[in-house]
């Protein structure tokens, strides 16, 4: 197998202001991917608002409605122009607005349902899927390892 370069993941914003923590969202991001033993990964995190969302949600999923994370796999290797091999892996979108929902409706912090989302879209984006909702779906469960172990590794914490 040929070498591979180091994973790249850009965040932007849409709808809302930039928030200061958007590097340690990539950091975060990238000690999933590497958790994950993904290397030559390119993805895109974008940060936005419950309308924004709404608006992909219905137009991808035809679903009128907010929603917290939607991922939208590419699954394309290519060369990078050093010539190593990479992967596009896709793109996620996170609703701040649903995210705030979420962590208020789950008595946790907005800083653990930041990190989930980004590991649940990362996992979506490495072919993974459940049915529901079950925290024994293998997805979940890994998801849930995932957060667990990064958090042992003193690396957790966004906002």
Known sequence: ??????????ISVEGI??????????????????????????LSILICDDAFIRGLNLQYRDRDEATDVLSFEQGDAYRGPDGLERF?????????DALA?????????RDEELRRLI????????GMDHEDNDPSRPMLALQEELLRALAAEG???IL
Not at 1 to 10: K, L, T
Not at 20 to 41: I, M, N, S
Not at 88 to 96: H, T
Not at 101 to 109: H, L, M, P, T
């Open 1 to 10: 197998m040929s070498p591979r370069a180091a994973n790249g993941v850009e």
């Open 17 to 42: 202001g930039t928030p200061p923590w958007l590097d340690r969202a990539r950091d975060f991001a990238l000690a999933v991917l590497a958790r994950q033993g993904k290397e030559g990964w390119d």
């Open 88 to 96: 596009l892996a896709g793109d996620i979108v996170i609703s701040l």
């Open 101 to 109: 929902r979420n962590a208020e409706e789950f008595g946790i912090s």
């Open 119 to 126: 590991t649940h879209g990362i996992l979506h984006l490495s």
């Open 155 to 157: 690396g957790a914490t």
